[in-house]
């Protein structure tokens, strides 16, 4: 089943929510992403197709978007924030910490290909510094337990009750 | 801890010798002296920020009062009379940006709330989008009113799946309701609003940037003019306005421009602004007050003051576009004008606190690699001249300097600033340049021990 067919429906919804077929492009994208973790080649083609864009506009957006992965990644892409404020409270240690307990710097993955990392800029969440991105879900205010319990829980359950829930800090005083 | 409920106060971070504090305390300590506006629903224990949570705090009132009561013309003369100006970064005044869409034009017009929030140091919109999305939906839907549009994207940052999430789900309870969607509220009117994510480029928060990606393509910014009013999304009459700003929407209409122009600074800076204090303080976070309050106010009193004993060296008032200020700039007043007087600008609200013993070279190079990884590259002056600074300043920290870069970087810096097709290229040279006004014995420093050691060497030319 090629692509489009097997997302006929969310992809009928994405396109009714724009009056030009072009601006669904990245919205497509993500549905291509989801599918195979990351962008095939045959995926974008039936995505110009679908557009009604010449396979070249397809790619000059998509390589300007670093969210979109054009190879494989690991199962877990561990994404560090190293901009300025998170800098200031020990970013760079948290960085260390994964080198040393997974054997992997910035742009490697592990040889079973459960881990990648990479380091980022900004994602808002600097007052709660140190912080990475796990897939979707945001870790905050890392510390080195709380990074080896986020690891464990990974490999056993492939998510973490330390991740962030609807963001608010700081929280109010329940009394 | 944001939302897990874990508690890791007693725990410490880093290798010996730096203790990297982190201080769970509530907010509320010291109570607020003031009134809470768009933060207020939040802060009771228990509110969800589901529609029925909102509703009970008088949640949609103001959209209730409006359709069919105020003509558009009104409520854009209410926004202007209340002073509120665009909390995304540049302080232009809302009510103002609205009236200068065409009156007679026949055809679609767009609003796009701006939650790109990618400007390093901030964090409000997430909160606010997360934590009461439907204050922000009800601003949109007012402005949507307001401006005759019918269709409203949120843009928001691809990183923020959860905040996506907690949109959509909050966009369906609304039309649900009737809020959203065809004839809203019986009243006649049709306000569509989506979410749309963004897929990861800082760039994109700047207004055209944000609506070519919304188009489908790179996010590189467009020449000004023409300006968005008039040829925005596919070339139609748009609004873009940022998350905070639309969220004090619904109180400015239930409370009256009266009431909101009174707070703060007036007349030029009315009303609350959420700050995100981030670095080296006790109490790191989100703290709205009224604009006018000192910057030491914020930090010793709200923040909880510095974490450890080491004192105040430099601050961030607005974002990593802000140029850095000294403790002789604590008392300045966080408006608008009194930033903008103190040689910075009040930004996005991003308040960051460096304490002594922080190497400023090291941080205008941290801001500063941030700024040459996100330059979109439409323009030659921001694109070579980000490579060039990040270099220079790479060298300098790495203690192989000379002292001709210094006037190297100023040079590169007058140069770009005011020479690009966006503000981007003022904001990144605001570390540099503010940096070496103020601490430039810390830049010669690492020269003079590269030239004593004579350590300067020629360096590979890196390549992106
Ligand atoms: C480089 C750059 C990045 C920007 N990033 C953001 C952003 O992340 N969020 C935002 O609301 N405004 C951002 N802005 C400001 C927008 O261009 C625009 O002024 C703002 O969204 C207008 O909304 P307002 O009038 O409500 O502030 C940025 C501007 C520039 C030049
Ligand atoms: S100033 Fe920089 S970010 Fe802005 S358009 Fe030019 S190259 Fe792009
Ligand atoms: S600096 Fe790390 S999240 Fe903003």
Redesign the interface.
């Known amino acids: 089943m090629t692509f489009v067919e097997k997302y006929k429906d969310e992809i009928a919804d994405i396109l009714s ?1 724009y ?2 077929r ?6 497509l ?2 549905v291509a992403q989801r599918d195979q973790g990351y962008v095939t080649e045959s995926a974008m083609q039936e995505i110009a197709h679908l ?1 009604r864009l010449t396979p070249p506009q397809v790619y ?2 998509i390589t ?5 992965n054009l190879k494989p990644v690991g199962t877990f892409h561990i994404q560090v924030c ?4 998170c ?4 970013s760079d ?1 948290v960085i260390e910490w994964i080198k040393t307990k997974l054997g992997i710097g910035p742009g490697e993955s592990t040889a079973d290909g459960l881990f990648s990392l990479s380091v980022v ?10 912080m990475m ?1 796990i897939n ?3 870790y ?7 990074l080896d319990r986020i690891l464990t829980d990974l490999r056993s359950t492939g998510t973490s ?15 | 801890m944001a939302g897990t409920g874990k508690d890791v106060s007693s725990e410490t971070l880093g290798e010996a010798g730096t203790p990297l504090f982190i201080v769970r305390l509530a907010c509320n300590d010291p109570m607020p002296k003031h009134e809470l506006i768009l933060l207020k629903n939040m802060m009771q224990p228990g509110y969800t920020g589901s529609l029925a949570d909102y509703e009970k705090t008088g949640g949609y009132q103001a959209l209730r009062n409006t359709l069919g009561k105020l003509a558009p013309a009104d409520v854009t003369a209410i926004v202007r009379k209340s002073g509120l100006r665009g909390r995304g970064g540049a302080g232009f005044p809302t009510g103002v940006k609205w009236g200068f869409l065409p009156k007679d034009y026949q055809g679609p017009r767009y609003l796009c709330c701006n939650a790109d929030e990618s400007e390093p140091g901030t964090f409000k919109d997430r909160q606010l989008m997360e934590r009461d999305p439907h204050q922000v939906l009800e601003g949109i839907v007012l402005a949507c009113y307001a401006i005759g549009s019918e269709t409203a994207y949120i843009y928001i940052r691809g990183e923020m799946v959860l905040g996506s999430k907690i949109l959509e789900h909050a966009i369906g309870e609304a039309r649900a309701a009737g809020y959203i969607g065809k004839n809203v509220l019986g009243s006649g009117i049709n306000v569509d609003v989506w979410v749309h994510r963004g897929a990861g480029a800082y760039i994109c928060g700047e207004e055209t940037a944000l609506l070519e990606s919304l188009e489908g393509k790179r996010g590189l910014p467009r020449i000004k003019p023409p300006f968005p009013a008039t040829h925005g999304l596919y070339n139609k009459p748009t609004v873009v306005n940022n998350v905070e700003t639309l969220a004090n929407l619904p109180h400015i209409i239930t409370r009256g421009p009266e009431w909101f122009a009174a707070i703060g600074s007036p007349p030029k800076s009315t009303g609350t602004r959420v700050f995100c204090v981030s670095g080296h303080v006790k109490r790191p976070g989100n703290y709205e007050v009224p604009m006018g309050m000192t910057v030491r106010e914020l930090v010793y009193e709200y923040a909880g003051g510095m974490r450890s004993d080491k004192p105040l060296k430099a601050f961030i008032p607005g974002g990593a576009s802000a140029p850095f200020l000294t403790p002789a700039h604590l008392d300045v007043k966080l408006d608008f004008e009194h930033v903008a007087a103190a040689g910075s600008m009040l930004g996005s609200g991003g308040v960051t606190v460096m304490e002594e013993g922080t190497s400023m070279v090291w941080a205008a190079l941290r801001l500063m690699e941030f700024f040459y990884h996100e330059s979109c590259g439409k323009c030659s002056p921001c694109r070579e001249g980000s490579s060039w600074l990040v270099q220079t300043m790479r060298r300098i920290f790495a203690k192989r300097g000379r002292m001709e870069d210094l006037e190297t970087l100023l040079d590169l810096c007058k140069n770009i600033a005011g020479r690009t097709v966006c503000a981007f290229g003022d904001a990144e040279v605001a570390p540099i340049q503010s940096t070496l006004k103020h601490w430039r014995h810390e830049y010669v420093d690492l020269i003079n021990e590269a030239e004593a050691a004579n350590l300067i060497r020629p360096e590979p030319v890196a390549r992106r």
């Open positions: 929510r009056p030009v072009r601006s669904a492009l990245i919205p994208l993500y557009l000059e957006t300007f978007y670093t969210m979109f190293k901009s300025l404020m800098a200031l409270v020990g240690t800029e900004c994602l808002a969440a600097c007052g709660t510094g140190p991105q979707e879900d945001y905050e205010q890392l510390t080195e337990n709380k009750p330390l991740k962030s829930g609807p963001f608010m800090w700081p929280e109010p005083v329940k009394t």
